[in-house]
């Protein structure tokens, strides 16, 4: 052993400029998806459990999509709150052609033309059960539930969709929906499979947001992923990329870092990560209780999925983060 230390990390900390030139990891608005909600009501409603974020009107829709595509965010992530008049046992208004997500993706388009739309295929926004699927009997049918996503999914694709985003954790559905893609001629929509998702209590807020969460009957862990599990993550994708997946997905996002690390190390295809509802509630409540500073902790979680192998994050926060990183 010398008098000295052989090596001085702090050496390369010292600077600003030297810890820019060594950062290994960096987000920028590029890697951003904004998730919003949409309302088919003529107001934007407040959502309690998010301050910050409304479900927006389709006027409020193409406002946002305009300002993501001068703050040179690539994608949106629509989330519909449908009026629970026209919801069923079945979520037949999911294959609404005249509904309120193909009314919004024609509204983006028109909005911002260069702005990549992203819509989750799912029941659970259209049942009066809150369900992903549809019921047979107590439980969620597997392949019946499937039929309807085709059909969800063909919609959305009619409507000029980009990207189909099944987050439903049904058996088989990337496969069927990109058959059914193909078949109608829809070889250009991608597929982004929610592939490793888990049974969270992170959603909370979220089912406060599209009105599901009176309505949920249960849980949904007969569907979604035990969060005990990791290697199942890697049977999911791997099944997913071998049904068509363009892209896949991890959700919920920071306490699941660990499951992004893993896909990215064993899989060449792009891997997401979604900074769900309860994620973004827990920074706001502490930052407006002056516990943590709000802007510093988001960006710092955002980063952290970069650091994580993420190629990119699903996010409440694009909007607000985009407009910090390009000053
Ligand atoms: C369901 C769906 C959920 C979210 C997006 N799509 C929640 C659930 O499975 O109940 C959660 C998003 C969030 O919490 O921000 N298809």
């Known amino acids: ?15 600003d400029w030297t810890r820019r030139l060594v950062q290994e990891n960096a987000l920028t608005a590029n890697d951003l998806i904004w998730s919003v ?9 407040p959502i309690a459990a998010m301050p910050g974020v409304e479900r927006l009107t389709l006027k409020g829709l193409a406002k946002a999509a305009r300002e993501a595509q001068a703050l040179g ?13 026209k919801k069923d046992e079945d979520g037949t208004e999911a294959v609404n052609r005249d509904g309120l997500i193909p009314n919004a993706i024609r509204t983006i388009k028109e909005a911002a033309p260069n702005l990549g739309v992203i819509c989750d295929v799912a029941l659970d926004p259209f049942t009066t059960h809150g369900h992903d699927g549809v019921l047979d009997g107590e439980t969620i049918d597997n392949d019946a539930t499937i039929e309807r996503l085709i059909e969800q999914a063909l919609v959305q694709a009619e409507a000029g969709c980009d990207v ?3 987050s439903d954790m049904m058996d088989g559905r990337i496969g069927a929906i990109r058959e059914a893609l193909e078949f109608e001629g829809h070889y250009n929509t991608m597929i982004l499979s929610y592939a490793a998702k888990y049974a969270s209590g992170f959603y ?13 009957k249960g849980d949904k862990k007969t ?29 919920p996002g920071l306490p699941y870092l660990d499951i992004v690390r893993l896909l990215a190390d064993n899989f060449d295809i792009p891997v997401f990560a ?39 994050i699903v996010t409440y926060y694009a909007k607000r983060a985009a407009m910090a990183l390009n000053g």
């Open 37 to 45: 909600v949409i309302t088919d009501q003529d107001t934007p409603e």
């Open 223 to 251: 569907y979604q992923m035990n969060p005990g599990n990791a290697a199942e993550a890697l049977r999911e994708v791997e099944l997913d990329i071998a049904e068509g997946a363009d892209m896949v997905m991890v959700k």
């Open 164 to 166: 189909c985003a099944p």
């Open 73 to 85: 965010i690539p994608a949106l992530a629509i989330f519909p709150h449908i009026d629970p008049a």
């Open 274 to 312: 979604f900074q769900v509802s309860g994620e973004y509630a827990m920074i706001e409540a502490a930052a407006a209780n002056g516990w943590i500073d709000g802007e510093r902790c988001m960006l710092e979680s955002l980063l952290a999925f970069k650091r994580a192998g993420a190629s990119g």
């Open 204 to 216: 909370g807020p979220y089912r406060e947001a599209i009105g599901s969460a009176a309505a949920l």
């Open 1 to 15: 052993m010398g008098l000295f230390p052989a090596t001085r990390l702090r050496r390369l900390r010292q600077h």
